[in-house]
């Protein structure tokens, strides 16, 4: 069907002059005051009135209505005069219902024989000749005045384009039915302003988005004239008339009605209701976000199959749990987690607020929906009703919201476990909800039920991957001694988003600080426990003081004896802030960048590159770098770096740029990274970055001495101590220290080998006190009797001192302790 613009058919040429299968449309639109406020060029020729004359007159004097329309079946009591046309079908009141505002839902219809009082010119008819329209009507909502688009076409075009004339329609079978449906939504979108000079794109496109959400009305009619308007329940039922029909007679006699019309009626309901579930189906389920799949749901009702719609979901299925345990009782919690209206915008809002969470009260519909997991079907809610079930709920007054409406509640299921229930209304001014609409409800809800818990079932695994993802990754502190730390990691965008990167920070003796970024290959749970398999080894092996390159190749010989497939690489860094200086050694992973602090320069360190993790017999070499205080090492993974369809040299050069990009924190400068290397959609790959700032240790908070094996020198060595932390303005400590002191130096004496004991206190953010002798098993702590003179020290250490260890290097030994810089812990 065409538009009926002016380009639609030539001046001078009439209707019957246009081209096979091309009927001009007339297009009007009627604003909140019944008056016309767009008027199309076809509109002008179908009804012989210009555009100039019909703009701002009363749509009932120019549409085929008219008040005065007889209800009488046999037509005998018609009026003379219909306005400015003659009528005297049944379908006038119809869309006088529509211009008056008294139905809120499309209708379509055909009126006959009515002349054109104001003449005109068009290719509908000469002045006073009768035409025959087909018209439909589509309210508007939303802002601007706007409320009724009015669609009309010529029926007798019809007749002559598809070669039905009233002849052959006299030979034509009762099972013969012509439809005639709306054009093509793009199309229509397109033309409408074009068809109508004053109407812009952005209002035609939001008026063709509401005609898609209500329904295309088909017209349906053989000789009898019959003319059902579907979507059956999309049209409010007038009075002595089916709702899924109106009947046009030709004479003024009553209409014959076929045998079978009214199953060929119940069967056109049936397949309107299939193809609407059909549509639903399409509609919902687009996402397996869960948010967006209860909005979906919800929106999938209104308006075509109510007017209103809530969705209520159990508490487990909206935080993502597991399947809820067992059917909902009195003390179920349910959320209230979308509400879909007609009506006008945030009307609902106080009385029913999205984000509600309470149990519903037992006396009530929505609860036996609830417990019983069938569909409650209420055709009207009367006062009496009504003032029942608001007064379960307390503060909240429910009836003007269900008072004289049509309820249905349905309920959300899956695996005969429900998951909540949507409640489902209809305005007083359209037809209540029936048995076959509690069954359609009821395959909605179903439908919605199954796409709900695929949403539930990927939210609660996500959910999972992200936590074991957590549970894996370390809590980074951002202070070390002599090295402030910053840390970022980004799941991957594959479903499941558990990855196999990782970072870490180590602590260890003499106030270093080793640093750690690695990168499983592969994705999900398997490389999820490797990274998990291989982090826990190098922690081990870092502690134990293990120098990088062996550290890497205890690794390498870990993941093969684990399994074949085990494949990762790693980049091995310890720093130390007092001697100022990396060491470095690479198992197959992207290079670090050094930012140095003179100049603010970035480069990639040059490092042996190493092999990956898990393939053997390749040696791997450790490297010294010297650094400053101030300098900055960033470390990754080729997750950030990486570009499918770009070399990775490109992702190299722009992490170098980024990271040498001047921040005010080092969380604001990691953050500067991920937005310039970030920007590619689609990324699948996790990402995990580690950025240190290496302050390092000045010289003047660093106090070393060396004594011999001898048991006067703990004396001595508790005075240096005291003095060093008087000079330090320290005197808090002082005690707490001495007393530590004697006893870990007094062990070193005893137990040390007979070799020189050396000792070293660091200050930082606290105090750290190492004490070396030349024997190189570790100490243990003792059970000491009541009267045994040995065996306390290391637990008096142990229970004053914040931290405390012991590692072996070689054929030495360091105990360690640290304490606090004001209370002594």
Known sequence: MDHGSERDTPPGRGAGDAAAGRIPLAVVVVDRDGLVSHWSSGAGRLFGVGRQDAVGRPAVDLLPVSGALSDDPHGDTMPDAYGPYDAYDGLGPDLEASLGGRTAYPAAGRARQFSHKDGGSGAGAEDGERIDVLWWAYPLVGPGPF???????????????????????????????????????????????????????????????????????????????????????????????????????????????????????????????????????????????????????????????????????????????????????????????????????????????????????????????????????????????????????????????????????????ARNVVLGFMVLMRRPDRAAFDDMDRTTGAELAARAGLVLDNARMYTYQENVADTLQDSMLPQVTPRMAGCDVATRYLPGARLGRIGGDWFDTIKLPGSRTALVVGDVMGHGLNSAAMMGQLRTAVQTMATMETPPAQLLRNLDDLARRLGENYLATCLYAVYDPIGGELHLANAGHIPPVLVRAEDGRSELLDLPTGAPIGVGGVPFEATVVRVAPGDRLVLCTDGLVEVRGSDIGEGLAALCESAAHPAASMDDACDTIIRALNTHGGRKDDVALLMARLNGIPGDHVAEWHFDADPSEVARARSLVRDRLLDWELPQAVETARLLVSEVVTNAVRHGGGGRVGLRVVRTDALLFEVTDDEPALPSMLAAGAYDEAGRGLRVVSRLAREWGASATGHRKTVWFEQGLADGR
């Open 147 to 413: 409320r009724l688009l009015v669609l009309a076409a010529d029926a007798a075009r019809l007749r002559e384009e598809r070669g039905y004339d009233d002849e052959t329609a006299e030979h034509i079978s009762p099972g013969f039915a012509r439809h005639t449906e709306l054009p093509a939504s793009d199309d229509l979108e397109r033309r409408l302003p074009e068809i109508l000079p004053s109407m812009g794109p952005d209002l035609s496109g939001r008026i063709v988005s509401q005609i898609l959400e209500l329904g295309y009305p088909v017209l349906e009619f053989s000789q009898f004239d019959r003319v059902p308007v579907t979507p059956y329940w999309g049209v409010p039922r007038r009075p002595g008339r089916s709702r899924a029909e109106v009947v046009v007679p030709q004479q003024r006699t009553a209409p014959v009605i076929p045998a079978g019309a009214e199953r060929d009626l119940e069967y056109a309901a049936v397949r309107e209701r299939l193809e609407f579930l059909n549509e639903v189906s399409s509609g919902i389920g687009t996402s397996l976000d869960l948010g967006e799949t209860i909005r979906e749901v919800t929106s999938a009702a209104v308006p075509r199959f109510a007017d209103f719609a809530g969705t209520h979901l159990r508490s487990a299925v909206l935080a993502g749990e597991g399947f809820p345990d067992g059917p909902p009782d009195a003390s179920t919690v349910m959320h209230r987690v979308w509400v879909e209206h007609n009506d006008e915008p945030g009307r609902w809002d106080d009385t029913v607020p999205v984000g509600e969470t309470f149990a519903f009260p037992e006396h009530t519909p929505f609860y036996k929906c609830m417990v019983t997991g069938e569909p409650v079907l209420i055709p009207k809610v009367t006062e009496e009703l009504s003032d029942r079930i608001s007064g379960e709920f307390e503060k909240r007054d429910l009836r003007p919201l269900i008072g004289g409406r049509s309820l249905l509640i349905v309920p959300l299921k």
